[in-house]
T-cell receptor
Framework: DQQVKQNSPSLSVQEGRISILNCDYT??????FLWYKKYPAEGPTFLIS?????DKNEDGRFTVFLNKSAKHLSLHIVPSQPGDSAVYFC??????????????FGKGTRLSVIA | GAVVSQHPSWVICKSGTSVKIECRSL??????MFWYRQFPKQSLMLMAT?????????EQGVEKDKFLINHASLTLSTLTVTSAHPEDSSFYIC???????????FGSGTQLSVL
């Protein structure tokens, strides 16, 4: 049973517009959430994270929103750039207070930013 | 920033041979490292948790005798795919944890192709 779900396998957005990538989770023990960006044949690179005590975290063009009651988070990229084209993985962790807990990943969403 | 180095980047081997993949944390000590596997267009699936100085913890369905993990120091974990078969062909990624409330750092991945 998938605990982290990214229901949109792909998304196309025009350059300069906003990209919104969605993620849902089922495990109420998750309280630390991360977004990673991945290019083919490369390891994931960290983008942004949020802990459950917050509902928003912003870093430059990237903002992550967390709705705990809905068990939903989203990543907003604005303005979108062609270099943002990649697969984006949502990941969650059972607790953020321990360092030995693995991440659970969603299946990813392939973002294509069209110039 | 923290760097995780993974080698080799890609390897082609004959069926029945063994392949060793190394994962090193370059500028921090990692008591815990994680090994993930990704099939084409699939999510990152956790294979095992590698703990320095103790036996690895394998996820359900992962054969511990086939995927040997050694975490002999705080900066090095190795994954050995023993008696590799074509179905073991996949993208293997390691990650290292720097501690509490930290994001996970990933290696660049190893593409294994078994002929």
């Amino acid at each position: 049973d998938q605990q982290v779900k990214q229901n949109s396998p792909s998304l196309s957005v025009q350059e300069g517009r906003i990209s919104i990538l969605n993620c849902d989770y089922t495990n109420s023990m998750f309280d630390y959430f991360l977004w990673y960006k991945k290019y083919p044949a490369e390891g994931p690179t960290f983008l942004i994270s949020i802990s459950s005590i917050k509902d928003k975290n912003e870093d430059g063009r990237f903002t992550v929103f967390l709705n705990k009651s809905a068990k939903h988070l989203s990543l907003h990229i604005v303005p979108s750039q062609p270099g943002d084209s990649a697969v984006y993985f949502c990941a969650a962790r059972p607790t953020w207070s321990r360092g030995n807990t693995p991440l659970v990943f969603g299946k990813g969403t392939r973002l294509s930013v069209i110039a | 920033g923290a760097v995780v180095s993974q080698h080799p980047s890609w390897v082609i081997c004959k069926s029945g041979t063994s392949v060793k993949i190394e994962c090193r944390s370059l500028d921090f000590q990692a008591t815990t490292m994680f090994w993930y596997r990704q099939f084409p267009k699939q999510s990152l699936m956790l294979m095992a948790t590698s703990n320095e100085g103790s036996k690895a913890t394998y996820e359900q369905g992962v054969e511990k005798d086939k995927f040997l993990i050694n975490h002999a120091s705080l900066t090095l974990s190795t994954l050995t795919v023993t008696s590799a078969h074509p179905e073991d062909s996949s993208f293997y990624i390691c990650s290292a944890d720097r501690g509490a409330n930290e994001k996970l750092f990933f290696g660049s991945g190893t593409q294994l192709s078994v002929l």
